[in-house]
């Protein structure tokens, strides 16, 4: 069974993590100022790669981003690359500049 947990320092640094059976497979490293988070890496344990992990990250990333109202500043090449492959999915979230 999957688990996402979100971890934020009092610096309002921290992560998302991605659990399987209590064991930590990915992660998305993000850091929010003010009202726009910053994604800076996401990486999965080459043992879960390409069965769709990253993509759990990211729906938890833009569903965490929706609910708190934050603008996203995609910083990860994988988010970036995502945002612009789904712009119109993402417009209401995606920070630009």
Sequence with gaps: MNEIKIKLGSNNKGF????????????????IDDFVLSVYHTEVDQNYSGK??????????????????YKVKPLCPYVHAQ????PSR?????QKD
Excluded at 83 to 86: D, G
């Design 52 to 69: 769709g992990y990253a993509k759990l990250l990211l729906d938890a990333l833009e569903k965490y981003a929706t609910e708190n109202k």
């Design 90 to 94: 993402f417009e209401s979230i995606w």
């Design 16 to 31: 998302i993590n991605l659990y399987e059976d209590k064991t930590r497979i990915g992660e998305m490293i993000i850091g």
């Design 83 to 86: 945002f612009k492959k789904n």
